[in-house]
């Protein structure tokens, strides 16, 4: 069974400083995906980013970039220029390349950015 | 279009009333999916349906939880002789089914259930 671990319960940042949240994840796959998720106190559950294993090169969505290292299993978001609006709980999640699956989720990090 | 519908947004409810959380799925999409989020932690699965397909009800904690679903629509999630424990914020999520390896699993906004 897959397994996401996210260290870090809680974190803060300076507005437009720069964050990085750690995820680890367990796997005997070889091929699957990677999804940083982001979830406002409205509980509204909104995709970030994603990252196909398969590509070495790392997605970057704006702002939002994260750093995945196969071999050891990482891979960590990293928030540019954070801001205001940045403020919500962060969950890693793992999903198998076998058409639909559940997600697997990390427990979250909360980050607070701070004006 | 819509996005994926649940409710009731919250739920209050004492201790061993049965309750029924409800989720409407994206038009066309054929898989659905129930997870739990307890206070401070991750999102759990729950249950999967895929289609006329039997479902996935690998996560679901104890015999007191069912789910149905009819055809490609409404979907149900019941817990019956609810305990304190089970005061969580249950979300569900729906997504294509294609020839595609990942198809994005779209989240509702969850309904919040507190047993006293």
């Known amino acids: 069974a897959q397994t996401v671990t996210q260290s870090q319960p809680e974190m803060s940042v300076q507005e437009a400083e720069t964050v990085t949240l750690s995820c680890t994840y367990d796997?005997?796959?070889?091929?699957?995906?990677l999804f940083w998720y982001k979830q406002p106190p409205s509980r509204q559950m909104i995709l970030v980013i994603r990252?196909?294993?398969?590509?070495?090169q790392n997605a970057t969505e704006n702002r939002f970039s994260v750093n995945f290292q196969k071999a050891a299993k990482s891979f960590s978001l990293k928030i540019s220029d954070s801001q205001l609006g940045d403020t919500a709980m962060y969950f890693c999640?793992?999903?198998?390349?076998?058409?639909?699956?559940?997600?697997?989720f990390g427990k979250g990090t909360r980050l607070s950015v701070i004006a | 279009g819509a996005g994926v519908s649940q409710s009731p947004s919250n739920k209050v409810t004492e201790k061993g009333k049965d309750v029924e959380l409800r989720c409407d799925p994206i038009?066309?999409?054929?898989?659905l999916y129930w997870y739990r989020q307890r206070l401070g932690q991750g999102l759990e699965f729950l249950i999967y349906?895929?289609?006329?397909?039997?479902?996935?009800k690998s996560g679901l904690p104890s015999d007191r939880f069912s789910a149905e679903r009819t055809g490609e629509s409404v979907s149900t999630l019941t817990i019956q002789r609810t305990q304190q424990e089970d005061s969580a914020v249950y979300l569900c999520?729906?997504?294509?089914?294609?020839?595609?390896?990942?198809?994005?699993?779209?989240f509702g906004p969850g309904t919040r259930l507190t047993v006293l």
């Open positions: 990252q196909e294993a398969y590509k070495q």
């Open positions: 038009s066309g999409h054929t898989a």
């Open positions: 999640a793992f999903l198998q390349n076998s058409g639909n699956t559940p997600l697997v």
């Open positions: 999520a729906s997504s294509l089914v294609s020839g595609r390896a990942y198809n994005e699993q779209f």
């Open positions: 349906f895929q289609g006329n397909s039997a479902p996935d």
């Open positions: 796997t005997s796959e070889s091929n699957y995906y």
